[in-house]
């Protein structure tokens, strides 16, 4: 059973950059699944913000492409995400997660998530 | 981006109870509709994918259907670890979007 743990600073100052790592345990980042960040601001819904695979192929959300970089690292076993020019609207819980099918057909919905971590935007 | 509308926001039931909730989407979505359950500080568990099928250890109370634009999650009888707030998500097309959520509440 694979497992995801978040990791990274929990408050960031605005206009910087917020780096997340996610480490894959229990499984191969090299195997055929897709890898995802999402966000959730407090008290609100669900936001996708993209997803990798361990070719480094990417997708992004186009309301955020412009900010994010989304890496993945196969000796370590993890993936990461970046977001540039943060303000107060990025303040989140990030998850990790795995899209289980990869680029097959009918990807899209993820089946295994980290706890997620808050990172607030704050000076 | 496709927009997905759950309703309603906030639904009171009580143990036992049959609950239905509701999920559309802005423009056709095929069968490409995934529900999750979310608990307060807990990650999204993914309940149903594809509209109707049932992920592997989730409960049979649970069930999923619709295609195109509206689409249901009905729990048959409520069960007190039930209580959470519920999410679709569509994956017909990028960016994948999610619906903005609905809590059901102990009545």
């Known amino acids: 059973q694979v497992q995801l743990q978040e990791s990274g600073p929990g408050l960031v100052k605005p206009s910087g950059t917020l780096s997340l790592t996610c480490a894959v345990s229990?499984?191969?980042?090299?195997?055929?699944?897709?890898w995802i960040w999402v966000r959730q601001p407090p008290g609100r819904g669900l936001e996708w913000i993209g997803e990798i695979y361990h070719s480094g192929s990417t997708n992004y959300n186009p309301s955020l492409k412009s900010r994010v970089t989304i890496s993945v690292d196969k000796s370590k076993n993890q993936f990461s995400l970046k977001l540039s020019s943060v303000t107060a609207a990025d303040t989140a819980v990030y998850y990790c997660?795995?899209?289980?099918?990869?680029?097959?057909?009918?990807?899209?919905?993820?089946?295994?998530w980290g706890q997620g971590t808050l990172v607030t935007v704050s000076s | 981006d496709i927009q997905m509308t759950q309703s309603p926001s906030t639904l009171s039931a009580s143990v036992g109870d049959r609950v239905t909730i509701t999920c559309r989407a802005s423009q056709s979505i095929s069968s490409w509709l995934a529900w999750y359950q979310q608990k307060p500080g807990k990650a999204p568990k993914l309940l149903i994918y594809k509209a109707s099928s049932l992920e592997s250890g989730v409960p049979s109370r649970f069930s999923g259907s619709g295609s195109g634009t509206e689409f249901t999650l009905t729990i048959s009888s409520l069960q007190p670890d039930d209580f959470a707030t519920y999410y679709c998500?569509?994956?017909?097309?990028?960016?994948?979007?999610f619906g903005q959520g609905t809590k059901v509440e102990i009545k």
């Open positions: 998500q569509q994956y017909k097309s990028y960016p994948w979007t």
């Open positions: 229990g499984g191969s980042i090299s195997s055929s699944n897709l």
């Open positions: 997660a795995r899209d289980r099918l990869g680029y097959s057909y009918g990807r899209g919905y993820f089946d295994s």
